[in-house]
């Protein structure tokens, strides 16, 4: 992330620009990592659409026996799904091999009557929601062999819900102050490697808190409100949590779901109890209402999509429709009512609509919604079963019984850009290796490493050197023949150290330690400098606090700071700032 700090001497202004980072929260990639694809909830990817079924790459028949397939999760080469028996009234997760359909492994037992639901998968864990009214936990597995890493309280409908992530992958999810009592309902962002809470917002929600959050940028969005007081869309700092303003009530009726999805553009829709479309842009310290659409005949169970160029497609009346994003005008209709009103849509990137009718079928429709595809029906049993593509751009699609069954695009195709690395957090002066992970067969690599000692690369699969503390982001531009794909990850290596600030103009230097840091910061500067004065601000340019440093290596209490990313400018000299990160 770079930022620019122009300083006035005389007026101490200080203006924080930032080119990279509030375009950074963790990007889909190829990869599916949570419902409806990330944090937009934009059931948009980025790998070209499935045309033919006619044979599946693989299919397995000895899947966990299921009433209900659940939602498909991948990162990777692998992916996890739920299989809910509800005559038995138990569900487990399952994790499998992407390219063959190898079971890897099966979630552990948490309980005869536990109601296990895979809510999300990346590269730190696999999100897991059990909703018996005896559990109520969010839990992170371990990847590799689904052993649980922590668990915390949560109020979450696994089904229908994810988490929402930050720049730096912790999960932000739904608790409650009562014993999950909705009507004390929290929103919690939490430690990825730990369970420990990190910031906490208490707010209402509508009926029951799933789909009810979304995410663009630096802000988490989702709708407050509950079923005697007025429904409107908040914004929340997403690093900080704190809530940052609201729109005005939004019509509806008392207590049902909303959906927002945001686009690219961070055009925010919200699906309102009561049939109606709204659309919304955030000014930075307002929303705006840009139209409202009145659908004929609308399902609030319908899950819409935005297509690739920034069109909200969801079904009205049977028929699938395309508004169009800046007056909200039907563009195109399907010419049949063919989809039942609680469809669920992904869009592809080039244009295919996947539908599930949640009736025991799925389809494909054509970009100008006038030709089905195909149509496939796995036996029923598929209503929280969504569409979805992950790496290679594979499909899988399950319902009911023992039958999972994956299927993919043949063709010569552009690359979709990915990497893994075995470690996201090392000491200044270690290497890590990056491993080039995209689909459709790349032929040459740009690599850019904020921090990094080579800070580029041609290389598949370069070692790279952080030798300063910090958090940086990574980017990769794949080519083939075909096309090219650009992939950028904030906040995705962390490096731990001292770091030393010099003044130009001077012999003066100090040095920060540790960095990241916890509840307590150290300073260490050169003789005859003190008393040193500091201000910390935070991303928006806000001045939070002041700090004098009398004499080197004591530790100074900063535990009532929120975590999230700071800077540390000297007002008396010219010393350069100095971004620190608070966990």
């Not at 109890?273 to 399902?299: C, H, I, K, R």
Request: charged share 15%; glycine share 8%; aromatic share 12%.
């Amino acid at each position: 992330c770079r930022f620019t700090i122009f300083k006035n001497p005389d007026m101490r202004c200080y203006f924080f620009f930032c080119f990279v980072f509030f375009f950074g929260l963790p990007v889909n990639a190829q990869n599916w990592q949570s419902i409806h694809g990330g944090n937009s909830k934009s059931n948009l990817s980025l790998h070209s659409g499935i045309q033919d079924i006619t044979t599946p790459l693989w299919t397995v028949q000895n899947a966990s026996a299921a009433s209900l397939g659940g939602n498909i999760y991948s990162y990777g080469n692998h992916f996890v799904t739920t299989r809910w028996d509800i005559n038995q009234g138990k569900s487990v997760v399952e994790c499998r091999n992407l390219l063959t359909g190898t079971l890897l492994w099966t979630s552990p037992n948490l309980g005869a009557t536990s109601k296990l639901h895979a809510v999300a998968f990346n590269e730190d864990a696999v999100y897991a929601h059990d909703y018996d009214d005896d559990i109520r936990l969010f839990y992170a597995l371990n990847p590799h062999d689904g052993s649980v890493l922590w668990a915390v309280p949560s109020y979450t409908f696994g089904p229908l819900d994810s988490p929402i992530f930050d720049c730096e992958r912790n999960p932000i999810i739904n608790t409650s102050l009562d014993e999950f009592n909705q009507d004390a309902s929290l929103i919690q962002c939490i430690n990825k490697s730990t369970g420990d809470v990190i910031w906490t917002v208490q707010e209402f929600v509508v009926l029951l808190p799933n789909k009810v959050k979304a995410a663009h940028e630096n802000k988490l969005y989702m709708i407050s409100g509950s079923a005697i007081d007025p429904k409107k869309l908040v914004a929340i700092d997403l690093n900080l949590g704190e809530i940052l303003y609201y729109s005005d009530p939004i019509p509806g009726q008392a207590s049902q779901h909303i959906h927002p999805i945001i686009d690219k553009d961070g055009v925010i829709y919200v699906v309102r109890d009561g049939g109606s479309v709204f659309s919304f842009t955030d000014s930075g310290t307002a929303f705006e209402l840009n139209w409202q659409y009145e659908p004929m005949n609308f399902s609030l169970s319908t899950i819409p999509a935005i297509d690739q160029n920034g069109h909200l497609v969801f079904v009205d009346n049977g028929l699938v429709k395309r508004l169009d994003k800046n007056t909200g005008a039907v563009l195109a209709q399907s010419d049949n009512n063919t989809f039942a009103p609680e469809s669920t849509l992904m869009v592809s990137k080039d244009g295919i609509i996947h539908i599930n009718n949640r009736n025991g079928d799925f389809y494909a429709l054509s970009n100008d919604l006038q030709e089905v595809l195909w149509h496939y029906s796995p036996g029923g049993g598929n209503y929280y079963s969504l569409p979805h593509l992950s790496a290679q751009g594979i499909m899988i699609l399950a319902g009911s019984g023992t039958t999972i069954s994956a299927f993919q695009r043949s063709g010569d195709l552009p690359p979709v850009g990915d990497f893994q690395t075995a470690v996201f957090q090392v000491n200044a002066g270690a290497s890590i290796q990056f491993n080039d992970q995209s689909s459709n067969n790349p032929t040459a690599w740009t690599w850019s490493f904020e921090g990094g000692t080579p800070n580029n690369s041609s290389e598949a699969n370069p070692s790279i050197t952080y030798n300063q503390a910090g958090v940086y982001d990574v980017s990769l531009i794949v080519s083939n023949a075909n096309g090219a794909n650009t992939i950028t990850k904030s906040c995705y290596i962390a490096v731990d150290g001292s770091v030393s600030i010099a003044d130009h103009d001077s012999n003066l230097s100090f040095q920060v330690y540790p960095n990241p840091f916890g509840d307590y910061l150290s300073f260490n500067a050169s003789a005859n400098s003190f008393p040193l004065s500091f201000d910390l601000f935070d991303l928006l340019g806000k001045k939070i606090l002041s700090v004098v440093v009398t004499q080197n290596d004591v530790p100074i209490d900063l535990s009532l700071l929120n975590p999230g990313i700071y800077f540390l400018q000297s007002p008396t000299s010219r010393l350069e700032s100095i971004k620190i990160v608070k966990r």
